[in-house]
């Protein structure tokens, strides 16, 4: 969800400040539409994370990863023009306030916001196996019924199973297990 470029042209009358929004639960998409809407130049960070494969939403979709609010129910917000007023912002459908500090609108420089874009931009190069709670050399337990308790240690990590290292009858084997079979000691 990038911002439209900005063209110099607009700069000259485009304030400098972003502004903080505090959101309702889980309705920061909302609230950056309706922002959008009134005209607002939003933005909201979204930070790539890794899904289970079993806990994905969609069944059909084979990535195992989504995106998330890098700072849940918060986004950022300036008026694309020096006389837009702020004070639509907290009757906006998704918006539960303004930040405030004392009686001033809660600002951020936009340094700061292009510095939280160049993160955004570094996870979203990420790939599964970075985003996999799971690293090689992690020691991890089995949750299968039959091997309940089992200790392993995490071998590798692919977009869809983690292979083990186990030992089993006294000699070492590899398993590939999908990320629901185990969890981290």
Do not use: N
């Not at 084979?62 to 998330?68: D, F, L, R």
């Not at 001033?104 to 916001?113: E, M, N, R, S, W």
């Amino acid at each position: 969800m990038a911002a439209e470029p900005i063209r110099s042209a607009d700069m000259a009358d485009r304030p400098a400040a972003w502004y903080v929004a505090h959101t309702k639960p889980r309705q920061e998409r909302t609230a950056a539409e309706q922002l959008r809407r009134q005209d607002f130049e939003v933005y909201l960070p979204l930070f790539k994370v890794f899904r289970e494969p079993g806990r994905r939403p969609c069944t059909s979709d084979p990535a195992p990863t989504a995106h998330e609010p890098m700072f849940p129910r918060y986004l950022f917000l300036r008026p694309t023009r020096t006389t837009q007023s702020l004070s639509v912002v907290r009757s906006t459908v998704g918006v539960s306030r303004l930040v405030m500090f004392g009686h001033q609108p809660a600002t951020l420089a936009d340094g700061a916001v292009q510095a939280i874009r160049r993160a955004e931009e570094v996870r979203e190069t990420a790939g599964p196996a970075d985003l996999s709670p799971y690293r090689p050399g992690m020691a991890v337990r089995l949750r299968d019924p039959v091997l309940g308790g089992v200790q392993a240690l995490v071998q590798s990590v692919s977009a869809d199973r983690v292979t083990l290292l186990l030992e089993i009858l006294g000699r070492p084997q590899t398993v590939q297990v999908e990320f629901g079979r185990i969890a981290p000691l």
